[in-house]
């Protein structure tokens, strides 16, 4: 099972979140047939976005992260609730470029130069919007650049996938660390020591690690305190009902043109790969909704 571990460590003045996520971006693999550097894009996103969505207060409050580049593969969307729900797309899924030289994928390429957006909808009137462009394209650095620039948080943001042979997730998770400004400066430094030379987190995971491993690794020497243990999932809430709903506010007019031009309708969900159909009389039921 994913999960995220929500902690604290030098009495309060760190928070961390951090994440095991290989079956959900595995779900995602599975729905969106992606190519590896595809699948280590999304599975970042949807990394961060879930604990992202775990630091929101209420049950409606939504995380969105939109990713647009001008690389082959075009960027793509994630969006995640308080409860560590997500779901998410590339826009090209299907990506065929060299490794980078030290052999890892290259999402950086992949993504080309463009924009960072996150939008967090908190039951305001307006949604939050900030926008960054994107400092690196591998999506830690550029989370990191976010919260420095629109959230003044300094933060450590490590995101990692590890694709296997056979185009499957073998590892993923990642974690953000926040550093509160009342941080002493020996806690400060000794995590920017740990940072720079530790291994990255998927090899840490495939060398058998648990994130409760990876966390006594990075703050044990400053009493860690585990507040809460948050599961993660891939999850779509799209619906015959909802999609019905849609092609009713689209109006009678236009409802009774796609009944006499194509006499049926299919809709699709981008998030998770998922059509639905409706035939000739399924959409005059609908019409005849409308009418009511």
């Known amino acids: 099972m994913d999960y995220i571990l929500r902690a604290t460590a030098g009495d309060g003045s760190v928070r961390v979140f951090i994440a095991n996520t290989k079956e959900t971006v595995q779900q995602a693999f599975l729905h969106h047939k992606t190519s590896p550097v595809m699948s ?5 996103a949807l990394t961060a976005v879930s604990i992202m969505g775990s630091m929101l207060k209420a049950d409606d409050d939504l995380v969105t992260i939109r990713i647009n580049g ?10 995640g609730d308080s ?28 993504l080309g130069e463009g924009s960072l957006t996150i939008i967090k909808d908190m039951g305001l009137k307006e949604p939050y919007v900030g926008q960054i462009p994107l400092v690196s394209g591998e999506i830690a650095e550029d989370l990191t650049y976010y919260f420095a620039k629109s959230e003044q ?8 996938v590890l694709v296997d042979r056979d185009y499957s997730i073998k590892q993923a998770g990642g974690f953000i ?5 009342n941080a002493d400066e020996n806690i400060i430094s000794s995590l ?46 799209c619906s015959k009902e909802k999609v019905e709903k849609a092609l009713i506010s689209i109006g ?3 409802l009774q043109n796609i009944i006499e031009e194509d006499k049926k309708a299919t809709l699709h969900c981008h998030f998770c790969n998922k059509d639905y159909e409706f035939n000739e009389q399924d959409l005059v039921n609908l019409l005849n909704e409308c009418t009511k």
């Open 192 to 237: 920017e020591n740990k940072l720079a030379t530790m291994k990255s987190f998927t090899t840490l995971l495939e060398e058998g690690n648990t994130i409760e491993n990876i966390l006594d690794m990075l703050l044990g020497e400053f009493g860690v305190n585990i507040l809460d243990k948050i599961p993660v999932e891939f999850y779509c809430n």
């Open 153 to 160: 948080t300094p933060s450590a943001v490590s995101l990692g």
């Open 70 to 79: 001008d690389g082959p593969g075009k960027g793509l969307i994630v969006t």
């Open 40 to 44: 280590a894009a999304l599975g970042r």
């Open 252 to 254: 009678k007019e236009e």
């Open 83 to 110: 409860k560590a729900r997500v779901k998410g797309y590339p826009f090209n899924p299907i990506v065929d470029i060299p490794l980078k030289p030290n052999g890892k994928l290259d999402v950086q390429g992949a």
């Open 177 to 181: 660390i926040q550093v509160m400004p």
